[in-house]
Structures are given as structure tokens and as C-alpha cells.
């Protein structure tokens, strides 16, 4: 559910809101662990929140990298939780 539109994406945004954190990535970064558990929960709900516990440029590097392995958006950054969907 790739939003094409700005309503689209705005809808996304508003269910993300209230949404609790699905995944925290801590010190380790991303193990194999936490993307198959991602991937699972991705597939289920279509929407994946993840709380980070690294620095920034550390967290952008991580974002960049769920996009780029499991084919998702990113729809919202919030500090150290963001927001995908497939």
C-alpha cells in the first residue's frame, strides 16, 4: 500500500500516530533477528513502527536500509521512531 497520493500518505500518517512501537532496535543495529521479525510484522499489518536507540546519522543509515531490504516507504520519521509500510 504505497501512498500516491497526499491524502493517502496523510491517512497513513494519522494511523501511525496511534500506533505502538513495533520493533526497538538497539546497540546491536539490525541483527537477523530483528528484520525477520520486521518482515513478519510487515506482512501482517502492512505497517511497521520501529523505535531506534542510535544516533542520527546512525539512525538514517538504518531507515535507508529497511527501505532498500524489505521494499518499504518510509511514512513518517519522529525523533527515533519511524514508520514504514509495504
Same mark, same amino acid.
Given at each position: !500500500?504505497?501512498?500516491?497520493? %497526499?491524502?493517502?500518505r496523510?491517512?497513513l500518517?494519522? !494511523? #501511525?500516530? @496511534?500506533?505502538?512501537v513495533?520493533?526497538?532496535? %538497539?546497540?546491536?543495529g539490525?541483527t537477523e533477528n #530483528?528484520i525477520?521479525?520486521?518482515?513478519? @510484522?510487515?506482512?501482517?499489518?502492512? !505497517?511497521?513502527? @520501529? #523505535? ?5 546519522i546512525?539512525r538514517?543509515?538504518?531507515v535507508?536500509?529497511?527501505?532498500d ?6 511514512i513518517e520519521? @519522529?525523533g527515533?521512531t #519511524?514508520?514504514?509500510?509495504i
Amino acid at each position: !500500500m504505497i501512498p500516491s497520493t %497526499g491524502k493517502e500518505r496523510r491517512t497513513l500518517k494519522s !494511523m #501511525a500516530k @496511534v500506533r505502538t512501537v513495533d520493533i526497538k532496535i %538497539g546497540k546491536k543495529g539490525l541483527t537477523e533477528n #530483528a528484520i525477520k521479525e520486521i518482515k513478519i @510484522v510487515l506482512e501482517r499489518d502492512k !505497517m511497521i513502527k @520501529v #523505535a531506534f536507540s542510535q544516533e542520527k546519522i546512525k539512525r538514517a543509515e538504518l531507515v535507508k536500509t529497511l527501505e532498500d531490504s524489505l521494499n518499504s516507504t518510509l511514512i513518517e520519521l @519522529v525523533g527515533k521512531t #519511524a514508520t514504514f509500510v509495504i
